[in-house]
């Protein structure tokens, strides 16, 4: 039985490094300690994430972070038993920092790695949190990048139920606080605008919202806020916390409208959401809401692992290996996959 295991993503924007421990067969995992560089500030300067220095800044950042988490758990790094790393998808050169850093220490410590897949991290992160899920339930995974709403039964047991068709639900978010003008991400800066503005003074359309299917379109939105914002020219500073609050509205009345057919499609009572967007207050109160009347329970990771992180992608190593459907290797490869569906997963 592994006991100790040290995960490592380096995806995209963040730095995180954790350890989790696995104390007996059927148990749940215990996070230790976690730590997490963000690199925000770094790309804010260019408007969005620049791969090449995203790759080098998790260079700097990695082994320090180890230093951080061992010290916090009052352990030493020959105590590891796994090294567990973030595979994909995400930049590929940012991926290859944890998964070269993974085998290194892997290599020099004589123990095996396990390449991990970044979305069932987010998916999986609810089970660190007070209240945990229990199999099975309807996956909202809601990032930058992604916007998928899964029916998972167990560990690895993942069915996609539909997708956005073009932008990502995070990705909604960052373009429009974008023509808004307000910083890099702009997710959390266009909720804490969006509190002073009114939801419902800009008329913005919902796509898809009643195709009938579980799929998800929102780059009509985004020209529909330029649309606004060019209208509103000079009066637009005045108005923009109403845009904000009205593209908010917007975003997470199609997630929750979705989240719900999926929920009434598969029969399932348990809802689980994750990626960065878990953590819009505005989308878990109206989740919490709709779902409360239909005796639907909602399951969230903690505030601080909504984003990405460490501790994620060690839990899933540890899950997966509690559950037998992956072995950790010596082989050393350091192989990432920058695109890599999650279904893929299934086994
Ligand atoms: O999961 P994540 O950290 O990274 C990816 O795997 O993509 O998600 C980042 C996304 C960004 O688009 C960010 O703007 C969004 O999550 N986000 C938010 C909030 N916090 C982060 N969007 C809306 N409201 C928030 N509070
Ligand atoms: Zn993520």
Known sequence: MHRLILGIESSCDETGVALVRLD???????LLAHALHSQIRMHQAYGGVVPELASRDHIRHVLPLAREVLATAALDLQAVDV?????????AGALLVGAGVACALGAALGVPVLGVHHLEGHLLSPFLSADPPEFPFI????SGG?????EVTGVGRYRLLGETIDDAAGEAFDKSAKLLGLPYPGGPELARLAQQGDPAAFKLPRPLLHSGDLDFSFAGLKTAVLTQARRLAQALPARAADLAASTQQAIVDVL?????RA???TGLRRLVVAGGVGANRCLRAQLDTACGERGVRVHYPELALCTDN???IALAAAMRLQAGIAAADRGYAFDVRPRWPLDALAH
């Not at 007996?24 to 215990?30: I, L």
């Not at 996956?139 to 809601?142: C, G, H, P, R, Y």
């Not at 929750?256 to 719900?260: A, H, T």
Request: net charge positive; no cysteine; charged share 10%.
């Open 256 to 260: 929750v409208r979705k989240s719900l």
């Open 263 to 265: 929920l009434e499609q």
């Open 83 to 91: 090294v567990a790393f973030t595979r994909g998808p995400g930049l």
């Open 310 to 312: 460490g501790a994620m």
């Open 24 to 30: 007996a067969p059927g148990g749940t995992p215990v």
């Open 146 to 150: 992604h916007t998928q709403l899964m």
């Open 139 to 142: 996956a909202l995974l809601v």
